[in-house]
């Protein structure tokens, strides 16, 4: 496999949830050999990195992203071999493999805490952020979790209060420690002499706190880690409890590990208001520090031309040295195909319009599974969710489990491929997903998956597409159109983000090149092109 230095800028990567990926031992429960055993099918599609989110042991409160132990895989996941073999396989098909590794917090169950619960007095006393009660009794400030609630929880056995942003059975880390810090980078370590090609960190900005413990002020606007008003973790500026300003220190250390290995890529996930994740996204990428910032502009409802153009302004999407990562959908919010969908539109010409352009847009793409078949958000009753967030908040909040349900491979199957018919999976795979499954849609002559595997093999064909420079073309309305150009090759590329069928000029050299399209036809009145409803089009030419 090249080791090409910069193989994130031109990539695309397919982020797994390994429990809804695919069952291979009849658990009902996605495993490390299931994703072995796809590698082929995602070697296919064109993807050049899959991103697998936690797969640690845990005691899965928060579905692995609450570690026991960073070093060793979950026993339902299968075991360390497992995951040697499935790197292996990955790089034989030229596809790298990204770790979600979960740094600012562990789980309660972990040795170090564990030790600290015995009493005042561990070894590991500093690893967590322990404080007494205030004066009078309480807690020591108005932090709040994400998950709702207090984000200190006291403990009887040694009469002070630990910090935890998510799960009270999720305790920080406490980063001011050089020894947390020098763990955190033996285990990148680990995971590097394996051969990983890199990590998704994880909430990168909770790492790090405010010693002094000072009080959050009151949010004029939400922040953009709470997803719903009765919530009251938006109605605080979360200045204290993380993006401390000495972050950036620890990420030095961290790249400096990485930069002992060839070619890898660290992706930091950044949860906050979004002005602050834009000002944190410019610090984080700084040379030295993280190669991405997974952004969550288009990880919010809007679908709109001006909403697009609003990023590019904003983020500076054009500027030399910006490069953002950019995805639709992913393992926390509700799935695009629901989310983008207007009222009376057709889901799958949504679903791929947004495909065309999260694959068209300058950064690295990021594809959730079934994002690639059009799959929506499954609605979920509540007896059926096992989610904490939204079993929390139900129902205005319904939490995550409805974009994480299972992997439909097969069409003829109750249980659509992803495990044996006989056996129950972890959450309930809908009939309609069914009819996307990934057999079936690759049999079809159009539709999501089809317009994906185009749009890969189209970006590998032309360089303009995945690293060229961005070119906004100065159009208001409904119809994105830019422009992607490195040395003399040209990518335009249109899009009709509406349920009106839009007239736009006929593109420069619009008879010759390369292109793709959909929804597109030339108007037969004068030299211009008809785009239908979320049309779009991809047309490469020499300048």
Known sequence: MSATKSWWKSGVIYQIYPRSFADST???????????????????????????????KSPMDDFGYDVEDHRQ????????????????????????????????????????????????????DDAFIWVDPAPGGGPPNNWLSVFGGSAWTFHEGRQQYYLHNFLTSQPDLNYHS???????????RYWLDKGVDGFRLDAINFCLHDPELRDNPPATDPDGQSVQLSNPYGTLLHVYDKNHPEMPGFLEELRGVLDEYEGRVTLGEIGASRQVSQSLMGEYTKPGRLNLCYSFDLLAANFDAEHFRGIVNRLGVTNKDFWGCWAFSNHDVVRGATRLTRPGDNHEEVAEASLALLLSFRGTPCIY????????????????????????????????????????????????????????????????HRDKAVDASREKKDGPYQVTKSILAYRKRHQSLSIGEMVMEQKGGQVLSFQRIHGDEVTCCGFNLSSEPIEIPLPEGWESGDKLERGVSPSTESAALLLSPWAWYLHTHKK
Not at 44 to 50: F, R, Y
Not at 115 to 122: N, T, W
Not at 405 to 411: E, F, I, K, L, V
Request: hydrophobic content about 40%.
């Open 369 to 432: 599974q079934g994002e690639e078949l059009g799959l929506e958000e499954v609605e979920i009753p509540y007896e059926q969710l096992v989610d904490p967030y939204g079993i929390a908040f139900y129902p205005e909040f319904k939490g995550r489990d409805g974009c994480r349900t299972p992997m439909p491979w097969a069409h003829d199957s109750e249980n659509a491929g992803f495990c044996p018919d006989n056996v129950t999976p972890w959450l309930p795979i809908p009939p309609q």
């Open 26 to 56: 009849g658990s009902g429960t996605g495993d490390l050999q299931g994703i072995v055993n796809r590698l082929p099918y995602l070697a296919d599609l064109g993807v050049d990195a899959i991103w697998i989110s936690p797969f640690f």
């Open 73 to 124: 895989v979950a026993p339902m996941f299968g075991c360390n071999e497992d995951f040697d073999v499935l790197l292996a396989r990955a790089h034989e098909l030229e596809i790298r493999v990204i770790m979600d590794l979960v740094l600012s917090h562990c789980a309660a169950s972990h040795p170090w805490f564990q030790s600290c619960l015995e009493g005042q007095g561990s070894p590991y």
């Open 178 to 188: 050089s020894m947390v810090r020098e763990e955190a980078l033996s285990i990148a």
